[in-house]
């Protein structure tokens, strides 16, 4: 993430040396783990208003454009190179802060784009006001197909209805109104004061 970026080995190395890349992606997929309510799969993507007026000369919307850092290393007896990329994270924006605590640290423009992958242009610390929270996503429920290895295609980011309420049992209902009615002061107690009265809210 990039709050340890500058402290943890395996990250720090890669970002000093100027081994930074950019992932591109149509979005990416994350679970509502709200405790209590229905695990449900959200599809978060570049909002369309912001898409349609970066669209490229060709009229092809643009994908999001996230920061990462990249390795590569020789395999044991091979004389290939191995590839790995991290994606960097940052805090939730309030776009998806109630989705997930994270976001992946998403670059706006091609300025900004430009200005990670340039690594003679800006030293590794000048990178790093560019690693912030974006409100330039949007999100909408999918299909729980997507929690499968072997779908993968156009269903997995069709919209869905979204999930409902799950309406309260019995024996909810009943502690509920329990819980609500011992809570309610007593219609006999008068208070003593107005100013009484507020210091008890």
Same mark, same amino acid.
């Given at each position: 993430?990039?709050?340890?970026?500058?402290?943890?080995?395996?990250?720090?190395? !890669?970002?000093?040396?100027?081994?930074?890349?950019?992932?591109?992606?149509?979005?990416?997929?994350? #679970?509502?783990? %709200?405790?209590?309510?229905?695990?449900?799969?959200?599809?978060?993507?570049?909002? *369309?208003?912001?898409?349609?007026?970066?669209?490229?000369?060709?009229?092809?919307?643009?994908?999001?454009?996230?920061?990462?850092?990249?390795?590569?290393?020789?395999?044991?007896? &091979?004389?290939?190179?191995?590839? @790995?990329?991290?994606?960097i994270?940052?805090?939730a =924006?309030?776009?998806?802060? #109630?989705?997930?605590?994270?976001?992946p640290?998403?670059?706006? %423009?091609?300025?900004?784009? *430009?200005?990670?992958?340039h690594?003679?242009?800006?030293?590794?610390?000048? %990178?790093?006001?560019?690693?912030?929270?974006?409100?330039?996503?949007?999100?909408?429920?999918?299909?729980k197909?997507?929690?499968?290895?072997?779908?993968?295609?156009?269903?997995?980011?069709?919209?869905? &209805?979204?999930? /409902?309420?799950?309406?309260?049992? %019995?024996? &909810?209902?009943?502690?509920? /109104?329990? *819980?609500? @009615?011992? *809570?309610?002061?007593?219609?006999?107690?008068?208070? &003593? =004061? !107005?100013?009484?009265?507020? !210091?008890?809210?």
């Amino acid at each position: 993430c990039s709050e340890t970026i500058l402290e943890r080995p395996i990250y720090s190395k !890669a970002f000093f040396k100027g081994q930074r890349c950019v992932i591109p992606a149509d979005g990416f997929f994350e #679970w509502n783990s %709200t405790k209590g309510a229905e695990k449900v799969p959200y599809f978060v993507h570049r909002k *369309q208003q912001e898409v349609k007026e970066e669209t490229n000369e060709d009229g092809e919307k643009n994908l999001l454009m996230i920061a990462g850092l990249y390795d590569k290393c020789k395999l044991n007896n &091979e004389d290939s190179t191995l590839f @790995s990329a991290s994606v960097i994270t940052v805090s939730a =924006s309030k776009s998806i802060s #109630w989705l997930h605590h994270r976001m992946p640290a998403i670059l706006e %423009t091609e300025s900004e784009v *430009q200005q990670w992958l340039h690594t003679g242009a800006l030293k590794s610390r000048e %990178t790093l006001p560019l690693l912030h929270p974006r409100l330039c996503i949007d999100l909408y429920p999918v299909s729980k197909v997507v929690n499968s290895v072997s779908t993968n295609g156009p269903s997995c980011i069709l919209k869905s &209805e979204p999930p /409902k309420k799950r309406k309260a049992n %019995t024996l &909810e209902k009943f502690f509920g /109104k329990k *819980q609500k @009615s011992s *809570q309610e002061p007593p219609t006999n107690i008068v208070p &003593e =004061s !107005a100013d009484d009265d507020k !210091a008890s809210i």
